[in-house]
């Protein structure tokens, strides 16, 4: 079974040695490509120093997560490749990762997506934000599987879990394609799940395996424009949602906006209603284009890797 590793890189160097290195322990050998979103941390270098037998292409721009991630799917399904995988840059693998969720999707082949579990880097609780996303769908049997350190099943399903740690299955490749470079950061994974869902294939994680996930030493963005990109996200995965009506979705979005807009005014707060008057403007300018993408995504075979 051919599987390719998809790292995207972006002044990550810090975490080259847990996150490449973890591969090497690996007991099933994947082939590797890095692509670094123009890093101005000497990452690339670093990287081709260190791990030369790992392939690495240097963007001569930060194409984002979708963009650069969709360079290495189009090379898994190039080169048939059974299964892709994509894997954070401050994220690392166990020694039998790959092994067990190959083994559990030949198992359970209508599952486009699985994911291991996510740990925190100190191996002693599970990732926050994983923990959130895995519960929204298995609160009372998940949780109780786990607290009591029973295995009732290996597979969870899940209607969503973050694009940390996934293997893409070929056949998911092939009929749901890339990421949807509409989304400008974020939102990439949640509307990928979306159309694989369309297509009739499942997502889940199982608890039999591990990656940690760090999360630690990134930059957060002033409240504001970190407000404006968070909600503005949140409403593209909605209007994108394939199995939403797009009409109903969106007049309900403006709706809301307008209305929030009126109570931010009357309670002085004008950065807030000024996020929200760019959110409508944004989301009515741009109304077109979306729509026209949600089609292009069912209708086009492997979309965005052609």
Known sequence: MKILIIIITYNGKHWMDSCLGSLLASTVKPDVIV???????????????????FELIRSDKNLGFGKANNIGLKKALKE??????????????????????????????????????HLSREKTRLDDKFTQYICRDNDVDLMSDLLLKQKAQSLYPVSFVNAAAWLISRAC?????????????????NDYINRAAYFGFKTGFTPDTWIVHDRKGYVKQPDMPRTFAHQYT???RTLKNVRLSFRRSFLFILKDEVFYAF????????????????????LTSRAGKIRKSRKYCINSKTAYLN
Do not use: C
Not at 37 to 49: A, F
Not at 86 to 99: I, K, S, Y
Not at 268 to 281: E, G, N, T, Y
């Open 35 to 53: 692509i670094d979103n123009l890093s101005s941390d000497g990452t690339p270098d670093y990287i081709e120093k260190r791990f030369p037998q």
């Open 80 to 117: 048939n490749y059974d299964y892709a995988f994509l894997l954070n840059q401050d994220a690392w693998v166990a020694p039998d990762t790959f092994e067990i969720l190959i083994k559990l999707h030949r198992h359970h082949s209508t599952y486009g997506i699985i994911s291991p579990m």
């Open 173 to 189: 490749l092939e009929k749901v394609g890339g990421f949807d470079p509409i989304f400008p950061h974020y939102g990439e994974d």
């Open 234 to 236: 949140d409403h593209l």
């Open 263 to 282: 109570i931010a005014l009357a309670q002085l707060d004008f950065s807030m209603f000024f996020v929200k008057i760019r959110l409508v403007a944004a």
